[in-house]
C-alpha cells in the first residue's frame, strides 16, 4: 500500500472534492463514503491474491485498478462511472512511467469491473474477477446489515419493521443473486451468507413475524 501512496492521495482529494449525494439513490441518503469503500475493496482484493497464490496474476495491475475503480463518482453519478474513472486513471497514469500495453489493461479492468455477466466467462482476465469479487464483498453481510439499519434510520418513521423490510429487499436479496468464481472469494461470501440468513432468522423471530 506504501507503494501507492501517491495513488490513493489523488483519489482520495478528487472522491471528497464530489457531491457525496451523486451515487446510488439508497446510499446517498447517508453521504457514502466511496474513499472509504475503495480501502475496503483493495483489503479485500489482497485477501483474495493472497490465498490465491497465483503467479500467473499481474497484482500490480490489480492494485492500480482496485485503487482507481470508483474515482468516476467525482465526476459522475452511478451511471457512466467506470468509464470516468478509467479515463481520470489513463490520464494519471500516462503522465507517468507505464507502458501503453500496461495503462490499456488496467484501464478495461476499471471500464469492465461493474459488468458483473463476465465473471463466469472462461476468457475474462483473472485480474478483473478478482477486482470484481473484491467490489462485492464490501458493504454486504455484517456491513450490508449496518447499512440496511443505518439507511432506514434516515427514513421519516424509521422502525424495527421497516429495518426488516429493508434488510429482506436489499442485503438479504444481494445475498442470494451474487455468485463468486475464486476459492477464497466463495469461502468469504459462504460465512457472509451465512451470517446475514441466520440474522434474519433471528431478527423476524424477535419481531414475531415467525413461529
Not at 88 to 115: G, S, V
Not at 174 to 189: E, I, L, N, S, Y
Given at each position: 500500500?506504501?507503494?501507492?501512496?501517491?495513488?490513493?492521495?489523488?483519489?482520495?482529494?478528487?472522491?471528497?472534492?464530489?457531491?457525496?449525494?451523486?451515487?446510488?439513490?439508497?446510499?446517498?441518503?447517508?453521504?457514502?463514503?466511496?474513499?472509504?469503500?475503495?480501502?475496503?475493496?483493495?483489503?479485500?482484493?489482497?485477501?483474495?491474491?493472497?490465498?490465491?497464490?497465483?503467479?500467473?496474476?499481474?497484482?500490480?495491475?490489480?492494485?492500480?485498478?482496485?485503487?482507481?475503480?470508483?474515482?468516476?463518482?467525482?465526476?459522475?453519478?452511478?451511471?457512466?462511472?467506470?468509464?470516468?474513472?478509467?479515463?481520470?486513471?489513463?490520464?494519471?497514469?500516462?503522465?507517468?512511467?507505464?507502458?501503453?500495453?500496461?495503462?490499456?489493461?488496467?484501464?478495461?479492468?476499471?471500464?469492465?469491473?461493474?459488468?458483473?455477466?463476465?465473471?463466469?466467462?472462461?476468457?475474462?482476465?483473472?485480474?478483473?474477477?478478482?477486482l470484481m469479487e473484491a467490489d462485492m464483498l464490501d458493504d454486504t453481510g455484517a456491513m450490508g446489515i449496518v447499512l440496511d439499519s443505518w439507511i432506514t434510520s434516515k427514513e421519516e418513521n424509521p422502525?424495527?419493521?421497516?429495518?426488516?423490510?429493508?434488510?429482506?429487499?436489499?442485503?438479504?436479496?444481494?445475498?442470494?443473486?451474487?455468485?463468486?468464481?475464486?476459492?477464497?472469494?466463495?469461502?468469504?461470501?459462504?460465512?457472509?451468507?451465512?451470517?446475514?440468513?441466520?440474522?434474519?432468522?433471528?431478527?423476524?423471530?424477535?419481531?414475531?413475524?415467525?413461529?
Amino acid at each position: 500500500m506504501k507503494q501507492h501512496r501517491k495513488m490513493f492521495q489523488y483519489v482520495e482529494e478528487m472522491l471528497y472534492s464530489y457531491d457525496r449525494r451523486k451515487g446510488d439513490k439508497s446510499k446517498n441518503k447517508i453521504e457514502y463514503d466511496r474513499y472509504a469503500h475503495t480501502l475496503r475493496v483493495y483489503q479485500w482484493m489482497l485477501r483474495i491474491t493472497r490465498e490465491l497464490k497465483d503467479d500467473s496474476l499481474d497484482v500490480e495491475s490489480l492494485k492500480i485498478a482496485t485503487i482507481f475503480h470508483d474515482v468516476g463518482y467525482a465526476v459522475q453519478g452511478d451511471e457512466g462511472h467506470a468509464k470516468e474513472s478509467a479515463a481520470i486513471c489513463r490520464d494519471y497514469l500516462e503522465r507517468r512511467p507505464y507502458t501503453p500495453e500496461q495503462i490499456d489493461f488496467i484501464c478495461y479492468l476499471i471500464l469492465e469491473h461493474p459488468n458483473k455477466r463476465l465473471l463466469h466467462e472462461k476468457t475474462t482476465p483473472l485480474e478483473l474477477v478478482v477486482l470484481m469479487e473484491a467490489d462485492m464483498l464490501d458493504d454486504t453481510g455484517a456491513m450490508g446489515i449496518v447499512l440496511d439499519s443505518w439507511i432506514t434510520s434516515k427514513e421519516e418513521n424509521p422502525s424495527f419493521n421497516e429495518v426488516c423490510r429493508h434488510f429482506e429487499k436489499y442485503t438479504y436479496r444481494h445475498m442470494k443473486q451474487m455468485d463468486f468464481v475464486t476459492a477464497p472469494g466463495k469461502r468469504f461470501w459462504h460465512e457472509k451468507r451465512t451470517l446475514v440468513y441466520e440474522f434474519l432468522r433471528q431478527y423476524r423471530r424477535d419481531l414475531g413475524l415467525m413461529d
